[in-house]
């Protein structure tokens, strides 16, 4: 018989492995709460990191490899199981008082709020001393459970934690970090002018990759008045769900070459190329195609490479200059994103498919087979379920 005190955990030991190991149920210190976790999906970052790809922020005061062992899972909803006084008072991001059994999803990254970034950055999670729950805080030390695979999760008191509208499913609320990551659209608006600079309305948006967070940013594409979005991706499954996410038009990599892609995206817009260009692909290799997609002036965000995996060569000339873009580069999503993230799902539920979104749930035995899964053409966000 299982110790009731025992909470059990998919450990990522090294890359490529994984082991179910049994930790004590912590007791929350003053300010922090334990969250019985629902579901906690899948990411690149998780991909890669199961691969031996762990640098992350590189170049930056930021700069870290994921220790070993480590209990992954930054993308989480769960519900309060135990609480401290304080932190049912105060813990909550916009104020609002928790109770066990509330509904709650949170941001992965915690900041010190003390270093230059996090005096100067409001908002986004930029911080010369972030930690980040599921990425960079092994499970070697106590509380160990700072990872969304496992039974049990401890949130600690410097936590940015959310309560869930209770129109929500876990299957949408799990959902919430990748929603507040389309924040990015919001920065592009920003520098919407009369010279039709940034995120127009009626703009042509070209989404380059169609996974979880590829999708994501059509739907919110098509909420802040695109005229047009074109999605690519490798795989005809994620580019068919791109049609149901708002996507008007989709080409598959696979079967198509750069210059058959970039030709297609100059017929669809009178010869200029797109206004906008969201690169969400998790390799270099579409970088330079994103920007040949371009028309002179576009602007192109550069989201999808978070962990450094190699060198692109670009012509500056070529590139850059002769064609007057924008290169927006954007390392993390806003701390602040998670209420506006929360209220556009509830919003548009009925609009987008988000339950649909998970198409694939395991348990903590089967860890392995979820990551192996989550990088087939067949899935879309693929989670693990360590209570079911």
Not at 40 to 49: A, L, P, Q, R
Request: with cysteine; hydrophobic share 35%.
């Amino acid at each position: 018989m299982q110790d009731s005190t025992a909470v059990r955990a998919a450990v990522l030991t090294g890359p490529g492995t994984y082991e179910v190991q049994q930790f004590e149920r912590p007791v929350p210190v003053e300010g922090a709460l334990l969250m019985q976790v629902e579901m906690s999906g899948i990411c690149g970052t998780d991909k890669h990191t199961y691969q031996g790809e762990t640098k992350q922020y590189a170049g930056t005061p930021a700069e870290c490899d994921t220790p070993f062992p480590i209990i992954q899972g930054h993308e989480n909803v769960g519900i309060v199981s135990e609480i401290t006084r304080s932190a049912a008072e105060g813990l909550e991001f916009y104020g609002r008082p928790l109770k066990v059994g509330d509904r709650i999803t949170m941001c992965p990254d915690i900041v010190c709020g003390h270093c230059y970034e996090c005096r100067h950055v409001m908002g986004y999670v930029w911080c010369e001393n972030s930690e980040c729950y599921g990425n960079s805080l092994t499970s070697a030390q106590w509380p160990h459970l700072l990872g969304g695979w496992s039974e049990q999760m401890y949130l600690r008191p410097d936590t940015f934690v959310y309560k869930v509208p209770s129109s929500l499913s876990p299957r949408v609320a799990v959902l919430a970090e990748l929603m507040a990551c389309t924040a990015s659209l919001d920065k592009l608006k920003e520098f919407s002018s009369m010279s039709h600079e940034g995120f127009n309305s009626g703009d042509t948006v070209v989404v380059v990759g169609s996974g979880p967070l590829g999708l994501l940013h059509i739907a919110k594409a098509d909420m802040m008045g695109a005229g047009q979005i074109i999605a690519t991706d490798l795989s005809e499954t994620r580019l068919s769900f791109a049609k149901q996410m708002g996507a008007d038009v989709t080409i598959n990599a696979a079967t198509t070459s750069p210059e058959e892609r970039v030709d297609l995206v100059r017929s669809l817009t009178r010869g200029r190329g797109a206004d906008v260009v969201l690169h969400m692909a998790d390799r270099q290799s579409s970088f330079i195609e994103g920007i040949e997609m371009l028309k002179r002036g576009g602007m192109m965000l550069e989201m999808g490479v978070f962990t450094d995996t190699g060198e692109a060569s670009i012509n500056v000339h070529r590139h850059i200059t002769s064609k007057n873009i924008r290169l927006i580069g954007l390392t993390n999503h806003p701390s602040t994103g998670y209420g506006p993230a929360l209220a556009l799902m509830e919003r548009y539920a009925d609009r987008y498919p988000l339950e649909d979104m998970v198409s694939h749930e395991f348990g903590l035995d089967e860890a392995d087979l979820a990551m192996r899964t989550s990088m087939s053409p067949e899935s879309l966000k693929v989670v693990i379920t360590p209570n079911a």
